[in-house]
């Protein structure tokens, strides 16, 4: 199975200020997808923003993009401009495009904003 | 549009009763998840269905929990009898057709406490 890890489980950031949340996994396959979701302390998971794999552009969502390394097997997010409503648990996860459709989430990264 | 919706949102009972939580899909999805979250494995998949047929259940953790998906939007994932370390959030998300990067929305979650 494919392992998803993200390696700070807590990151602090002061408001409009540019914050990146890291996100490393292990697999053998060329053809995937990767999402980064949110899950503010009401437990909703929110979809923040997804790459496919065999595309080399990173993707953006407005104040949100990532930095996609396929070699180095990398997938970070950057906040950029923070706000408080970004305070949240930040879940990376994987998933097969040939085989099995469940995500595969890491760990997660609680993201302070202050003031 | 209506997102998932699962009911209830929180579930307290005793031990050894039987637990049932319920989730409607986003109309037209055909794929549906069931995932738990507890703080020490996070996010972990239960079974997914797709059209209403069971697909992967090998994260169902033992016998004492079922699932079923009896139409396209309904499903009820099921623990009896429940034990304390079952208390956990439960998640059910559906997405569209997999084969394209489509995302799994997620609904609010049930929080399960087994006393």
């Known amino acids: 199975a494919q392992t998803v890890t993200q390696s700070q489980p807590e990151m602090s950031v002061q408001e409009a200020e540019t914050v990146t949340l890291s996100c490393t996994y292990d697999?053998?396959?060329?053809?995937?997808?990767l999402f980064w979701y949110k899950q503010p302390p009401s437990r909703q998971m929110i979809l923040v923003i997804r790459q496919e794999a065999y595309k080399q552009q990173n993707a953006t969502e407005n104040r949100f993009s990532v930095n996609f390394q396929k070699a180095a097997k990398s997938f970070s997010l950057k906040i950029s401009d923070s706000q408080l409503g970004d305070a949240a648990m930040y879940f990376c996860a994987y998933r097969s495009a040939n085989s099995g459709y469940a995500l595969n989430f890491g760990k997660g990264t609680s993201l302070l904003v202050t003031p | 549009d209506a997102g998932v919706i699962q009911s209830p949102r929180h579930e307290v009972t005793e031990m050894g009763q039987e637990v049932t939580l319920r989730c409607k899909p986003i109309s037209g999805h055909d794929y549906l998840f069931w995932y738990r979250q507890t703080m020490m494995r996070g996010l972990e998949l239960l079974i997914y269905?797709?059209?209403?047929?069971?697909?992967?259940d090998s994260g169902m953790p033992e016998d004492r929990f079922s699932a079923k998906m009896p139409n396209a939007s309904f499903s009820t994932l099921k623990i009896q009898p429940s034990e304390p370390r079952d208390s956990a959030v439960y998640f059910c998300?559906?997405?569209?057709?997999?084969?394209?990067?489509?995302?799994?929305?997620f609904g609010d979650g049930t929080r399960l406490s087994i006393l």
């Open positions: 269905f797709n059209n209403n047929v069971p697909i992967d």
């Open positions: 998300a559906s997405s569209l057709w997999s084969g394209s990067n489509q995302p799994q929305h």
């Open positions: 697999t053998s396959e060329s053809d995937y997808y």
